[in-house]
């Protein structure tokens, strides 16, 4: 022991990769015994549907990624996804020559603005997030109302080309999915690549330590918000897609499955790590356990239950991996002073 | 030398409010040179190191850079100027791997923007390499020992320099030695003395003398926020740096009257805690006041946490007035008759967005309740006596304690804890930061209580407050009670030197 | 940094401090705030509608807040610990899926009641361990027991819609109490809101769970035992959702899993609205009882102006918004004020020497 000090733990990239490898065996596991007891389960048909219904999750799950690494959290996705996708289909109602890709961007841009005022309000106020976003949830949901007034968009008055996306595949992958792998790889990528995203990091794993090191924490934030509005806004427009006809409660309730994905996908909640990779894992892991059930049988009533506890679980595994790792730290260093 | 000097501060006063920080603190860094500055607790160490930071900015007095005149505006003027500082307690974010840690913001960049993540990793490595320490540039920073951290902090400031030629010129660290293990700290003078071979100068601060001697050229002492001398390290001696840091009179501001001790109050048998105390044991008798002396950090507070309950105990026992209190549980110790005025006032010690009458109370709700309810005549009255009769300086009662001076603030959790009629007070710290006026109104307190024959544990770090107020003296040095005095063979240098750790084979 | 709300920005010191000056009086000026407020309610709503005054009205705002209300009182005092409980309306559904599955597996009422109530513990006391004992941030804790209760109601209940409870019973959504015009819930809500006030207002405990919520470890040396408090806050949330969950099914004669999805978020506006800080330390039951007759009777104007309810979402949202906002832009405010008058002084002495 003269200079050395041996990687105690292993490296940041592949302790991560453990966790996304842990929920890909989670999901083979979930997958392997069911389709054991029930063959249809590996069907493409039934396989396309996990993939399909997992993929609105997974594209809110980056988003909510990306605040949540920074010691926030954006409770406004699910009332975001129904107004993008009810304004965006009311639209379509109204102007039938519309081309589908402005339909989009639309849609991208009303998230966007709606991400853009959480960010604000967040950052210049100082008011937890917790409590602004739950404030627009309900606000953005009470707009909706107000602009929906009892009305449906029905399945005719959709593009064709847009409810493609919704079923179609590509090689055997359904579009949707193919999409929002492409969006969680792209992320994915940035979210490793550029200075700006990297700060997002050091924002969520030490708040004083990244003002003293000079990072615009407040323009970060608010950057972070808006992308997250942003893909909700992306998401209500495939919401449009996959189910043609879109109401009031489109996207209800969706704000906490998307958390319960990221924190299961391995984002810690307090800030400062987790992968957009891991959250549309974790994504993926909800919907197989889900459509498990129902191929086993088991009533769909399970889901909502399964999903919390699993939330719970993880961030109780989560709690006890870092005291067990505090506890080790201290233990080698009591060994050492001991020498 | 002939040399010209890197860094010069020269007749540097600073003020808090009344507090006089430094006096006239003087300090003179030259190229290729590991200097040492030493001094007691509240010296004026940190408040010149944060000058050097551009954290404060000196009231008078200057400050020259390669003998040019300068202003630290903030601590990016600092950097800027190539004077680096390396704190205790490193501020890493602990979810980033080491190599980002040192560049966040800073990142080495190929096309189109992104991360060049393997240029970094390699500078990161280089870095490490030039420094002669092994450390993986990819790991996450979680997990490192302190040692490890205050090497990726020293690598962070020679990254910001900008020709990144490893002339990061000034480098102050500051009691980097407290946290770390002996082979540790040998890796640490390595690094420094890499670095003052690279032509940078090295500003060592530490209370630990057998470093200074082993890794400085040259030692400045300090001495109540004055410059006492510098000098070569081979023209001093430890004698003459412990009298030069402590040579002061006792002042007059210390009233004990002598006092006939009684039956035992507190008796602590073999106490430890993990790794942070060992076998820990004294008692303290009634009408006496024990002293707990030492360094900063070498487990006093925690003696006081472990008697009062808020740390649980891993071995030995606390009797108070002969009952053995129970593991963990203030509310038992409370009830036995202990009150802990603890050393962070604002944090631990009130509630400081509540009004002064809360905060006495706070402690004493038990007493004030009758049928479940709290009895506002009792708690008025018992708050107005308290706060009268330790000459609290207020407005209202109902006005928040943030809105009091600090030593009225001492006054207020003294009056807290003083209702409820302890037979113990351990006081941790009872006059730092408060003025000079009520630190002798503090101390007459103390006297007083004693005198009516209650038992204090005083834990301080003001040597003349032990000397001056205790009967006995018990000096700590690395979790351990390394020295036991009279209060007629307590001496600023005996105390001084157990706390060091230079007498723990003679007091043994 | 440890139980500490993740998703909270701690004050800057200097605005810690403004704000530390007189803590009564914003609690007072709050107060008022929300008195005035009420009475342009009145006025607005009386000039809208000409029923809107009757006596009748308060039988009906008070059936419609009951439940509301109740669980507003434990999140009140959990909040100003400085925690929250975002669980409160998933308990309220699994309780009163518990008594209408129960009850029509042919158990008695009252057991299942009886049962319902301790399912509430059970909960309450989950969300307390987690919180206290592995020292996750309640955050995360109750939204995932959020999930978790619903789940279970759906388990124990659904598809099913269970009626027939005893007239005797549900008699109390449709009938006053005898000889006055308040609803059952309203009394309860009452009695309980007086409690609540007595025990923060007048007790050690209530002292207890301001000071913890201000400074947990000034608290804890001055002999609370801050775990053991928030655990028994947690558990009491738990039953009193459950007893709100039963009242809500007797109420409405019928019971469905889904019951009551969603209000956690007007709990939690009407906590803040009413005054108390979501930093903790802060609020006063006075606050949240004018709270609750606020947004009840804001929500009976809308009503009768046929305003939907989605709709009135957006005021409960804005109400939200607005009492997080209007404290902390004033601390903003101040804070800036305090910058310039700094940096003029530092000229003026620049000027000077």
Redesign the interface.
């Known amino acids: 022991?003269?200079?050395?000090?041996a990687?105690?733990?292993a490296?940041?990239?592949s302790?991560l990769r453990v966790r996304e490898l842990g929920i890909g065996v989670a999901i083979l596991v979930v997958f392997g015994i069911t389709t054991f007891t029930n063959p249809a389960f590996a069907s493409a048909n039934s396989v396309q549907q996990l993939l399909t219904g997992a993929a609105l999750i997974a594209l809110l799950g980056v988003g909510e990624t990306m605040v949540v690494v920074t010691?926030?959290?954006d409770l406004s996705v699910g009332s975001v996804v129904g107004f993008s996708a009810y304004l965006v289909g009311d639209l379509f109602a109204h102007h039938p020559g519309l081309p589908v890709p402005l339909g989009f961007l639309i849609g991208i841009a009303i998230g966007a603005a709606i991400g853009a005022i959480n960010g604000i309000?967040t950052t210049?106020?100082?008011?937890?997030?917790?409590?602004?976003t739950?404030?627009?949830?309900?606000?953005v949901?009470?707009?909706?109302?107000?602009v929906?007034?009892?009305h449906t968009i029905d399945p005719d008055k959709i593009p064709t080309a847009l409810t493609a996306v919704g079923y179609r595949t590509l090689v055997g992958i359904p579009w949707l999915a193919v999409i929002v792998a492409l969006v969680v790889v792209v992320a994915g990528y940035a979210m490793?690549?550029?200075?700006a995203s990297?700060?997002l990091?050091?924002i969520?794993?030490?708040p004083?330590?990244?003002t003293?090191?000079?990072?615009p924490a407040g323009r970060r934030v608010f950057t972070a918000f808006t992308l997250s509005g942003a893909l909700a806004g992306l998401a209500g427009v495939l919401f449009l897609a996959l189910h043609a006809q879109i109401d009031?409660t489109g996207g209800t309730?969706y704000e906490?499955t998307v958390?319960?994905a990221v924190?299961v996908g391995g984002v810690?909640?307090?800030?400062?790590?987790g992968t957009v990779l891991g959250a549309a894992l974790g994504a993926l892991l909800l919907n197989t356990i889900n459509q498990a059930l129902v191929a086993a049988r088991i009533?769909a009533?399970?889901?909502?239950?399964?999903?919390?506890?699993l939330?719970?679980a993880t961030?109780?595994f989560d709690?006890?991996l870092s005291l067990r790792?505090a506890r080790s730290?201290?233990s080698a260093?009591?060994a050492?002073?001991d020498? | 030398m002939t040399t010209q000097p890197l860094l010069v501060l020269e007749r540097a006063t600073k003020s808090f409010g009344p507090v006089k920080a430094l006096l006239d603190a003087e300090i003179t860094l030259f190229p290729g040179e590991a200097h040492a500055l030493v001094g007691e607790n509240g010296a004026g160490k940190s408040t010149l190191v944060k000058i050097l930071a551009g954290v404060h900015q000196p009231d008078s007095g200057a400050l020259l850079i390669d003998g040019e005149p300068t202003v630290f505006t903030g601590p990016g003027a600092a950097r800027d100027a190539g004077v680096s500082i390396i704190y205790q307690e490193p501020t890493l974010f602990p979810d980033l791997t080491v190599a980002e840690n040192i560049y966040i913001g800073r990142q080495p960049l190929r096309a189109g923007r992104r991360i060049d993540r393997a240029a970094m990793n390699k500078a990161a490595a280089e870095l490490f390499a030039r420094l002669g320490v092994r450390l993986d540039p990819e790991r996450q920073a979680r997990g490192l020992s302190v040692a490890d951290q205050q090497i990726v902090e020293i690598a962070k400031a020679l990254s910001l320099d900008k020709a990144q030629s490893l002339n990061a010129r000034v480098l102050v660290i500051d009691e980097p030695t407290a946290a770390l293990t002996t082979v540790e700290v040998q890796r640490l003078f390595e690094v420094m003395r890499t670095l003052r071979t690279q032509g940078a100068a090295v500003l060592f601060i530490s209370h630990r003398l057998e470093e200074v001697f082993a890794s400085c050229q040259r030692v400045t002492i300090m001495r109540d926020g004055q410059f006492v001398r510098s000098a070569s390290i081979d023209e001093v001696s430890v004698d003459e740096i412990i009298r030069s840091m402590v040579g002061r009179e006792l002042s007059a501001l210390f009233p004990k009257t002598e006092t006939e001790p009684g039956e035992v109050v507190l008796a602590v048998d073999g106490l430890g805690r993990d790794k942070v105390l060992r076998d820990i044991s004294f008692t303290v008798r009634r009408g006496e006041i024990v002293a707990l002396a030492g360094l900063v950090g070498a487990g006093r507070s925690e003696v006081a946490r472990a008697i009062f309950g808020i740390d649980k105990r891993t071995s030995g026992s606390v009797r108070i007035n002969g009952t053995e209190l129970a593991n963990g549980k203030p509310l038992d110790a409370m009830a036995a008759g202990v009150a802990l005025v603890p050393e962070d006032r604002r944090q631990q010690g009130l509630v400081m967005e509540l009004g002064i009458d809360r905060n006495l109370a706070l402690a004493s709700l038990a007493r004030l309740r009758r049928f479940g309810l709290i009895r506002r005549r009792d708690e008025r009255a018992l708050t107005r006596d308290w706060a009268q009769r330790l000459q609290v300086k207020f407005g209202r009662l109902g006005n928040a304690v943030a809105t009091l001076s600090g030593g009225n603030q001492q006054k207020v959790v003294l009056g807290k804890w003083l209702a409820r009629d302890p037979s113990l007070l351990i006081i941790d710290e009872p006059t730092r930061g408060i003025d000079v006026g009520t630190k002798s109104e503090v101390h007459r307190i103390l006297d007083e209580l004693v005198g009516k024959g209650m038992a204090v544990l005083m834990i301080s770090s003001e040597l003349p407050e032990v000397l001056g107020m205790a009967d006995r003296v018990l000096v700590m040095h690395e979790g351990r009670i390394s020295a036991e005095f009279d209060r007629a063979d307590a001496t600023e240098d005996a105390i001084m030197r157990a706390a060091t750790g230079q007498a723990s084979e003679a007091a043994a | 940094m440890t139980s500490d709300m993740t998703t909270r920005t701690p004050l800057p010191p200097d605005a810690a401090t403004a704000e530390k000056r007189s803590p009564l009086r914003a609690l007072v000026r709050w107060e008022s705030a929300l008195v005035l407020v009420l009475i342009a309610t009145l006025i607005f709503g009386s000039a809208t509608s000409d029923h809107f005054l009757q006596v009748t009205n308060v039988f009906y705002i008070g059936l419609n807040m009951g439940e509301i209300a109740i669980m507003a009182l434990p999140l009140m005092l959990i909040i100003i610990t400085a925690e929250i409980d975002l669980s409160v309306a998933s308990m309220m559904g699994l309780s009163g899926a518990v008594l209408g599955a129960l009850f029509s597996a042919g158990w008695s009422v009252w057991a299942a009641m009886g049962v319902a109530l301790l399912v509430g513990l059970a909960g309450g006391a989950l969300n307390g361990l987690l919180v206290t004992r592995l020292k996750l941030p309640s955050i995360a804790v109750t939204i995932g027991t959020l999930a978790l209760f619903r789940g279970i109601a759906e388990i124990v209940l659904a598809p099913r819609t269970v009626t027939g409870f005893p007239l005797s019973l549900t008699n109390i959504g449709a009938v006053p109490i005898q000889g006055t015009e308040i609803a059952w819930s309203t009394l309860i809500f009452l009695v309980l809101a007086v409690i609540a006030g007595v025990v923060l207002h007048a007790t050690p405990l209530g002292r207890a769970i301001v000071a913890t919520g201000w400074q947990p470890e000034a608290a804890q040396f001055s002999g609370i035992r801050v775990n053991r408090l928030k655990f028994w806050l947690f558990v009491l949330s738990g039953v009193l959702c459950a007893f709100a969950g039963i009242l809500f099914t007797l109420k409405n004669a019928s019971v469905s899993y889904d019951a009551g999805t969603g209000l956690e978020l007007n709990v939690v506006a009407i906590v803040l609205f009413g005054g108390v800080s979501i930093f903790g330390g802060k609020g006063s039951v006075i606050g949240v009882v004018l709270s609750v007759v606020v947004v009840g009777c804001l929500q009976q104007v809308l009503t009768q102006l046929n305003v939907a309810p989605e709709i009135q979402n957006i005021v409960i949202g804005g109400l939200l918004l607005i009492s997080v906002i209007i404290p902390n832009g004033r601390e903003a405010l101040r804070r800036i004020r305090a910058r310039a008058r700094r940096s003029s002084n530092s000229t003026q002495r620049k000027a000077l020497g």
């Open positions: 022991m003269t200079t050395v000090t990687p105690r733990f490296r940041t990239g302790l010691r926030n959290v309000v210049v106020s100082r008011v937890p997030s917790l409590v602004v739950l404030a627009m949830l309900y606000i949901r009470g707009i909706d109302g107000m929906v007034n009892g490793r690549s550029f200075r990297r700060d990091y050091a969520g794993s030490n004083e330590a990244a003293l090191a000079g990072i009031v309730g906490l958390i319960s924190v810690a909640i307090f800030g400062g790590s009533s009533f399970w889901d909502e239950a399964i999903a919390g506890a939330l719970l961030i109780a709690r006890w790792m730290l201290r260093e009591g050492h002073r020498v």
